[in-house]
């Protein structure tokens, strides 16, 4: 009850401040192979990755370019490559190590690897499928990540993301890292929104570096900001989704 409590607070304080884990992924890479390995929270991981495989396979058939922003150390870079018949597949993220795990991975004749951070302008053009996976909540403010995600999307495009809910987040997170460790975790995140509001924003630490939304206030959001939501496909913790650009100029 008090992990729920300090979580409460601290996101009623951070509220008008979105994360930003620029500084903390930079330096990192997002482990999903570890991740997959966690005793409790495997089966989970798995059927998460299998939800995006699928969905790739039913909506990614009529894909010449992809552009996949965040694409940590390229696991689903390499599902595009298998899965979908794009000629040219574009992944941008902001770690070096991440992208250079992904250059070993990826097996692809027209692979470009963009490093560099999701805000800033990279020229890095709109495909027919964009995808961002396990990293949505991570870039900051759900709805403008969603409408930059969307600028790169071609008319009559196909976007393929998902997003960690926060709709059984302490169960999760008892989980993953048990009861005490999940309790400190949270402490830790409780004070960094205290230090947050207290400076205005001009200080942060890496203890908030992900916004958390329920499940059917992220499905509110991918409406307002998408022309179509195809499919969404919510799990216990996970929840992947498809949506679409009409085929007509972007308003």
């Not at 902001?94 to 992208?99: D, T, V």
């Not at 470009?112 to 996976?133: I, N, P, R, S, T």
Request: hydrophobic letters at 45%; aromatic letters at 8%.
């Amino acid at each position: 009850m008090l992990a729920e409590l300090l979580a409460r607070g601290g996101s009623a304080l951070l509220e008008g401040f979105p994360p930003d884990g620029r500084e903390y992924w930079a330096a990192r890479f997002w482990d999903r192979a570890a991740a997959e390995q966690h005793v409790q929270l495997r089966s989970e991981f798995l059927t998460q990755k299998e939800t995006i495989a699928e969905l790739l396979r039913k909506y990614g058939q009529d894909a010449k370019q992809v552009i996949e922003v965040a694409c940590g150390t390229g696991e689903f870079t390499a599902m595009a490559a298998k899965l979908t018949p794009a000629s040219e597949i574009t992944a941008i993220d902001i770690s070096a190590e991440g992208l250079a795990r992904t250059a070993k991975r990826v097996k692809h004749d027209n692979l470009k690897l963009v490093e560099g951070d999701f805000w800033a302008d990279h020229d890095l053009g709109q495909a027919d499928l964009v995808q961002c996976l396990d990293a949505i909540h991570h870039l900051g403010d759900l709805r403008q990540v969603l409408v930059r995600l969307r600028s790169l999307m071609k008319p009559g495009g196909v976007f393929v993301g998902n997003l960690w809910i926060g709709d059984n987040f302490h169960e999760f997170q008892r989980k993953r890292y048990g009861t005490a460790a999940h309790l400190v975790r949270t402490a830790s995140f409780f004070g960094t929104a205290v230090i947050i509001r207290a400076s205005a924003g001009q200080l942060k630490t890496g203890a908030y570096r992900t916004q958390l939304t329920k499940s059917e206030d992220a499905v509110a959001v991918l409406r307002d900001v998408f022309d179509e939501v195809v499919e969404v496909r919510k799990e216990r913790y996970f929840m992947g989704f498809v949506c679409r650009m009409n085929d007509g100029p972007q308003q």
